[in-house]
């Protein structure tokens, strides 16, 4: 079984910043890839960013150069920074990480609770 714990989440006002974490535990010998997933009121869920185990990153356009994905992997844990925020980055936030575990099974369907983001003044 897997565990992500996901925090930092809060309210903030527009330019500001946020730092979000997210720990991943359990039946766990390698992190593929870990990621962030964000969904809006009455919006689908989208890929914020994912950083793989060899540090390749990718962002999707609207949060490039505001936002910066990284990993610990000592620690199982990948962060977002968030910079430069705007209204429209409000959201939960959600942690996916793709694991491969002590029975060889990998699977990409590990998700945290979701954090919540508002951005407003």
């Known amino acids: 079984q897997v565990q992500l714990v996901e925090s930092g989440g809060g309210l903030v006002q527009p330019g500001g910043s946020l730092r979000l974490s997210c720990a991943a535990s359990?039946?766990?010998?390698?992190?593929?890839?870990m990621g962030w997933h964000r969904q809006a009121p009455g919006k689908q869920r989208e890929l914020v960013a994912f950083?793989?185990?060899?540090?390749?990153?990718n962002y999707v356009d609207s949060v490039k150069g505001r936002f910066t994905i990284s990993r610990d992997n000592a620690k199982n844990t990948v962060y977002l920074q968030m910079n430069s925020l705007k209204p429209e980055d409000t959201a939960v936030y959600y942690c996916?990480?793709?694991?491969?575990?002590?029975?060889?099974?990998?699977?990409?369907?590990?998700w945290g609770q979701g954090t919540q983001v508002t951005v407003s003044s």
């Open positions: 359990g039946n766990i010998v390698k992190i593929n890839v």
């Open positions: 996916n990480a793709d694991i491969t575990n002590w029975s060889g099974r990998r699977a990409n369907d590990y």
């Open positions: 950083i793989a185990s060899g540090g390749i990153t």
